[in-house]
């Protein structure tokens, strides 16, 4: 959890004073240079997933810092890049479909704030297998459910391969949810 900072003269930024927080200060300089460094690691992750060469990143930290922002900023900025936002909420079977719909090199899903994919084992599972680090990377969803695309109304089949990435933003702090058991 970032404490919210207190702006002072001559440029000095002050965590607010109590028993659990040292104080630090820093120039103007100085947090400009550690913002640019954190939307630099963030623009080399999501260029990353966009050419392939990452499978899937994780952007965890609190709500209002600019993770959305940063991430459509550089995928505005790469030519030929397939990118949709999906943010909300989503079962199982819509995330089989965006998957799907979505499925080749250089299509990045981004799944913004989309944290109801931890509450499904289904959910999570497919996701898993999106994200994995094999050469291939077979989705199946064997139930006697029939879906259609989105894109242009065909059946989807039972199994297809993936071959594009994910950029999941969440506000979670996994650190923390790992010590309080949430998630596992």
Known sequence: KWPKLESHSHGKYILPKDT???VIQESDEQVSNRIKEK????DLCVRSA???RMRSVILSGPPGVGKSFGVTRTLENIYGCNYVFASGRSAATGLYKLLYDNRFPNSVIVLDDIDSIFESIDALNI???ACDRS?????SW???SKF?????GAEIPKSFEFEGSIVFITNIDFD???KSRRLN
């Open 50 to 52: 966009a050419e392939n």
């Open 127 to 129: 996701l898993k297998k």
């Open 20 to 22: 659990s927080t040292p």
């Open 176 to 178: 923390e949810d790992r």
């Open 135 to 139: 050469h291939s990377r077979r989705i």
């Open 148 to 152: 259609t695309s989105d894109e242009d």
């Open 142 to 144: 064997l139930t006697e």
């Open 39 to 42: 939307f630099d690691a963030i």
